[in-house]
């Protein structure tokens, strides 16, 4: 089995939000946890791609609103061509058409900036080490919304899931990281990598955060935030 070492080192953060006061404080809040390290600080879409290029960060927090190229494009770039980079959309906009568009592009998590600062702690941590979060202002619209995208979509069965893979959907579905769900079933990372593609290929799900509450509704994890 693959060893791996939670913990081992700081989450590595990009922050990008063109207001700085914002970015000031989103980084005080950082700050708190030794185990999350700010790599580099963006004022819009554009430079936060050039410095993901450069700094390779496990996680970006993007703002929606921001000139030259907005959070959500941004999303949408990193998914396609920084693959391994978590992406968490940190906003003050949490309209159902945000949260869909920013789910659907491929971000990892979507955090409303009137959350508690915990939130934006655990969602860095969670999403650094590959899983996925949502925050609870919006966790129960995505679900609502979910279910209603599943009615009409029955092709998503989880009869179509192996055995191993309806395990690992279980480990999505309790927020577990690639390397969390290997230990706990005795297999090796990469392996994991390829049933989790697997897995969202034959549910239809667009990412993590999609299985997670496939895997909630089917009564295979414990309801909890994504």
Known sequence: MEETTPGSRPVRVLVADDEAMVRAGVLAVLARDPQVEVVAEAGNGHEAL???????PDVVLLDIQMPGMDGLTAVSRLHREQAGVGVII???FGQDEYITRALEEGADGFLLKADDPRELLNGV??????????SPRVAGRVITGMRAHRAAHPHRSLDRLTERERQVLAGLGSGQSNAEIANSLHLVEGTVKAHVSAVLSKLG???RVEAAIVAYEAGLAPSRRA
């Open 50 to 56: 050039a410095l993901t290029r450069l700094h390779r």
């Open 90 to 92: 940190l906003t003050t």
């Open 125 to 134: 941590r969670a999403v650094g080490a590959g899983g996925a979060y949502l």
């Open 205 to 207: 799900a667009r990412n």
